[in-house]
């Protein structure tokens, strides 16, 4: 067994029985099986857990049944669409747009599983290791390390080797896929932008040549669309207070905006895997600097996950609101925009300057339109 990663990798099977064991112990268990298992005991579900011997035992015997819970409390449409761009037994690079610390990935596995197959690795930011009980479902849950940008630029350097070997290794070595953000940190103004430095980090292991280090890595993008953004208000009152001052993250925040994404009603939610980055058009970019090679396949990155991002009356309703108009007025009802308008009303309760806050809210909701309509614009310029 290769132990060069041991620092940041998912538990094993082997490692399974004892994990069970911890979170069967676990004070918070109660709690958890009061929302995922309404009827069943803890001492049911504490018999269920020891008795799980491997990775898929408790994926399939717990995580499954989490993301199914969160869709019937909390999703009233959950749709999925390009499953036919994944080939059976290929591993893939999912990057995917991320709205929700959690349910982004989280998701995208029962989506997976629903067709047959395999569960992918999925990052695991080191500031979410908040306690043992989360390192432990999160390890169980083929959840891998990865620490936030921070320190010295040598560390750093480090870190992201680190993370570019291991990566590639799970993929080109053990076939198995990987899920992992398009930056660093959910998308909080609602614009999905994938970092430049995401693409250098991958192409960290295999720096000899750049095409064949994305190539083999069969990067497949994914576009996350909820109908209600996940934590919006919260994402709203951060943006305000980022305004003037250096955002600092209050104790808990984290938990608080997990709980909230998985508890807050997030109305018709649509998964949609685009076609991958082929080699072929990878090479269009051969001659290219790396620093304008980074830039270029982030850029296809995002083109691939604006166009299949679905629209949802409240950004149609945001974006006439925003800018004045009444441009998509035939994309929604009076009504919706009547609750739409009630929800920005909530923003009347926090400190601070309402109409602001309303504007940061708008936009966070219009931006995809724009975008959408940016991206559109470009493909008719190529045609």
């Not at 669409?81 to 610390?101: A, C, M, T, W």
């Not at 290791?129 to 936030?148: H, T």
């Not at 430049?196 to 095409?211: P, V």
Request: aromatic share 10%; hydrophobic share 35%.
């Amino acid at each position: 067994m290769n132990t060069d990663f041991d620092d940041i990798r998912p538990y094993t099977d082997q490692e399974i029985p004892a994990a069970m064991q911890r979170i069967a112990d676990s004070s918070m268990l109660p709690i958890l099986v009061s929302y995922v298992f309404p009827d069943m005991s803890t001492d049911e579900i504490k018999q269920m857990l020891c008795s799980f011997k491997t990775i898929k035992d408790f994926q399939m015997g717990v995580m499954y049944h989490v993301n199914r819970q969160v869709i019937s409390q909390s999703i009233s449409e959950f749709t999925f669409g390009g499953l036919e761009q994944i080939e059976k037994g290929k591993p893939y690079l999912f990057v995917s747009n991320h709205r929700d610390i959690m349910l982004d990935a989280s998701l995208l596995q029962n989506v997976l599983v629903g067709e047959g197959l395999e569960t992918s690795q999925i990052t695991f930011g080191a500031n979410l290791m908040m306690n043992p009980l989360v390192i432990d479902i999160g390890k169980s849950n083929k959840m891998f390390k990865v620490e936030r940008p921070g320190g010295n630029a040598k560390d750093f350097y480090k870190g992201s080797l680190h993370l570019s070997q291991y990566i590639r290794n799970v993929i080109v070595d053990e076939k198995e896929s990987v899920w992992i953000a398009q930056r660093n940190g959910r998308t909080k103004d609602g614009n999905d932008q994938t970092d430049q430095g995401i693409i250098k980090m991958f192409c960290m292991s295999k720096s000899e040549n750049k095409i064949e280090a994305l190539s083999e890595l069969n990067i497949v993008p994914i576009s996350v669309s909820y109908e209600w953004e996940s934590c919006d208000i919260l994402k709203a009152i951060e943006l305000y207070e980022s305004k003037n001052v250096k955002y600092i993250k209050k104790p808990g925040e984290d938990l608080n905006s997990i709980l909230t994404g998985i508890l807050q009603y997030k109305g018709r939610v649509h998964f949609q895997v685009c076609p991958m980055i082929t080699k072929e058009e990878l090479l269009q970019f051969d001659d290219c600097t790396n620093n304008e090679y980074h830039r270029n396949v982030a850029r296809l990155i995002d083109q691939r996950i604006l166009s299949s991002y679905r629209l949802w009356p409240n950004n149609y309703i945001a974006y006439d609101m925003n800018y004045g108009q009444q441009r998509f007025v035939g994309e929604y009802t009076p009504e919706e925009k009547k609750a739409f308008e009630k929800h920005l009303d909530k923003l009347e309760k926090y400190d601070g300057d309402a109409n602001i806050l309303k504007d940061i809210l708008l936009a966070i909701y219009s931006n995809p339109v724009k975008n959408k309509l940016t991206i559109e614009k470009q493909n008719e310029r190529q045609d």
